[in-house]
Every structure is written in structure tokens, then in C-alpha cells.
């Protein structure tokens, strides 16, 4: 149905026809309205049109509102601006790994609570659920293009990617099947740091991880540590800062203790940008910033030069 005219074409030339619908004459003069019109039924309309929950997603960056599927196929970034968001390890390690090569090393180990700290096994056990994890770290050996590689991904969904005894030993274990098969190591970070619900045993692993890395460095193997949002703490003052060559995520907060904290203690004015790859680039501390959708033809690029170096050396 449609309220405007229409013309037809006829063989004796154009032809004005009646519309469908009509709209019916004005009646009396001007356009007052016989009652007023109410603002907030217009208003409960539009509130009834609201877009529903687990659809969309509003991106923080630009606030351009994202189709959820489409967010899922852009690996979790905006298609606007280009903002990163967190991405769990599974799909991760689906973006960068040749289907169906990934086996997975010591999926079942979780941990045990040994400190008895308060709320710890509540808090596991809800992660696990939510993340279908075990802990927050995913390991296993991979091809990554033509390379085999051992790859460790961390989720910050898991406990905000804390490292405790789990994430240590899975990462040190990782890390020692590389150094024994002779293959590159690659470690996908995303940590708030130690876990203090495990002490001390969060603290060894610091130590734990970096010998390890030392015997695989021992070895003339490579290691790419890669550095996404966000990657603080311990994890940084261990593991993630030791690579061979280190990337990171463009945007991406990296750091070893949060701007507040240092801005408290040093009552210094930090520089803009401080803390994000960017700034760290710009800095020495890493290597490259490298988009998400780029990070695996990037990643096959560079296992290429170091496999080229070694067959030289
Ligand atoms: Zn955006």
C-alpha cells in the first residue's frame, strides 16, 4: 500500500492513476490537534523497540554498536576503529593454529587450593564453569603455518588471567617439551598478574618459567612472547618480557605495576600514552605492534627468519 500517485505509461502517452490508499482530507483549517499529544507514550514506543540483550555489542573505543556474529568473525575486534577486545584462549588458539593440529598438554591440571585462602574455591569453580577451563592457560604443540611450535595462550576470563601453580607448571612444561623437541616457544599473555589467593607458590613460578626459558635459550631456540591487553604483574616481570622477540596488540596496557600505583608513588605526572604498546614501541621495550588479524601471517613470517638463521648457525 502506498499513499503517493502513480503514473502508467499507455500507448496514448502518460496517464495520472489513483494511489491505493487515499489519505483522507484535511478537515477544518490549519493542523491543531483536538488533543494533545503525549511525549511519553511516544517515548514507552521507542523503549519497547530497545535492541535486545546478547546480540549486540557496544564498542568502548568509538561506541559504535557491533553485531555480535560480525564481532565473533572480525576475532573480536571493532570493524570501526579497530579496537581489540579480550578474546579467550580457544578462539585464539583457533585464529593461529592449522586445523586440527593442536594437541593439547595437561588439560585436566587444576588447582588445589593448598593455602585453604578464603572464597579461592568459589572463585574456581565459577570460572571453570564460565570458561570451560581448567585454569588460564591453554598449552600444547601446534603448526603454525609449516612450523611446529609449542604455543601457550593464556584467558583472561580465567581469574583475570592470574598465575598460579597451574599456569607455571603447564607454561614450564610447555616451555620444556620445546626445549627437548627442538621447537620454537610461543606465549600468548593476558595476566593482572601473580595470584595472591596462592602466595608464595604464584611467586615461585616467576622463577620457574624464566629458568625454563634459559634452558630453551641454551638450545639456540627461539621464543616469541606475544603481549595482549592486559599484561601486568608478575607475568610480565617473568615470562612475557624474556622473548626473543616480543609483540604486542596495538593498544595494549602493559606494564609491571598499574599508572595509579605508580602515580601514587613516584607523585610524578605520567606521559600520555603510558603503559600502552605503543608507547612501550616507541620506548625499546618491545619489538612490533601487530594487529590481531595479522598476528599469524606476522608469526609464520618470523618462525621463517629464526628457522632460516638456525639452518645457517
Ligand atoms: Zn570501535
Not at 161 to 188: A, F, Q, Y
Request: positive net charge; contains cysteine; aromatic residues 6%.
Amino acid at each position: 500500500m502506498d499513499t503517493t500517485t502513480f503514473t502508467k505509461k499507455t500507448i496514448g502517452g502518460v496517464v495520472q492513476i489513483e494511489p491505493a490508499l487515499t489519505p483522507p482530507p484535511i478537515q477544518g483549517s490549519g493542523t491543531t490537534f483536538m488533543v494533545k499529544p503525549k511525549l511519553s507514550s511516544a517515548k514507552a514506543r521507542t523503549k519497547k523497540r530497545d535492541i535486545p540483550e546478547g546480540l549486540w555489542t557496544k564498542c568502548p573505543s568509538c561506541g559504535t554498536m557491533i553485531f555480535d556474529k560480525e564481532l565473533d568473525e572480525n576475532l573480536k575486534v571493532c570493524p570501526k576503529c579497530q579496537h581489540h577486545f579480550a578474546i579467550g584462549s580457544r578462539e585464539r588458539i583457533h585464529s593461529l593454529v592449522e586445523t586440527c593440529t593442536f594437541e593439547e598438554m595437561d588439560a585436566e591440571m587444576s588447582s588445589l587450593d593448598v593455602l585453604k585462602f578464603a572464597g579461592y574455591k568459589g572463585k574456581l569453580e565459577r570460572d571453570r564453569k564460565n570458561t570451560m577451563l581448567k585454569d588460564a592457560v591453554v598449552t600444547g604443540v601446534c603448526k603454525v603455518g609449516t612450523h611446529r611450535v609449542a604455543l601457550g595462550v593464556m584467558d583472561f576470563g580465567f581469574m583475570g588471567g592470574s598465575m598460579g601453580s597451574v599456569v607455571g607448571e603447564k607454561l614450564t612444561r610447555l616451555i620444556e617439551r620445546g626445549t627437548d623437541g627442538g621447537l620454537p616457544v610461543v606465549i600468548i599473555s593476558t595476566s593482572g598478574g601473580a595470584r595472591m589467593q596462592e602466595g608464595v607458590f604464584s611467586l615461585m613460578q616467576m622463577a620457574k618459567t624464566s629458568a625454563a626459558l634459559a634452558y630453551h635459550a641454551q638450545q639456540r631456540l627461539p621464543y616469541i612472547s606475544v603481549l595482549t591487553n592486559n599484561s601486568y604483574g608478575g607475568v610480565m616481570a617473568s615470562f612475557a618480557a624474556l622473548g626473543d622477540l616480543i609483540l604486542a596488540e596495538p593498544a595494549a596496557m602493559i606494564g609491571f605495576a598499574g599508572p595509579r600505583v605508580i602515580k601514587d608513588t613516584t607523585h610524578a605526572e605520567l606521559p600520555p600514552g603510558f603503559q600502552t604498546a605503543e608507547f612501550l614501541l616507541d620506548h625499546g621495550l618491545i619489538d612490533a605492534t601487530v594487529p590481531r588479524k595479522e598476528m599469524k601471517e606476522q608469526l609464520v613470517r618470523y618462525l621463517d627468519y629464526f628457522a632460516a638463521g638456525q639452518k645457517r648457525a
